[in-house]
């Protein structure tokens, strides 16, 4: 089921870390989650780069792959671990 951009749309920046927190924590909402893991997947592709031809027929399968790659950190919480990494290392 398609997400609306009700689903998507954000609060204050104290909501707004909340739900980025359970997120990064394995939870939070469907839509939410869809649209963090589409950007990372779009961002592991071009961090991994592209150095053929891209056309729908190659780039739709790597996207895909990506994606669940992207799920499988989400699930797993390691993504809360590696923000909590940062957080001590800045502070």
Do not use: F, K
């Amino acid at each position: 089921e398609p997400a609306r951009i009700e689903d998507l749309r954000g609060g204050d920046a104290h909501q707004n870390a909340e739900a980025a927190r359970e997120v990064l924590s394995g939870g939070g909402e469907r839509a939410v989650r869809d649209a963090v893991c589409l950007n990372a997947a779009a961002g592991v592709l071009a961090w991994e780069g592209l150095d053929e031809a891209v056309d729908a027929d190659s780039y739709a399968p790597r996207l895909g792959e990506a994606v669940e790659r992207a799920r499988r950190v989400l699930d797993s919480g390691d993504g809360a671990a590696l923000v909590e990494d940062w957080a001590a290392l800045s502070a």
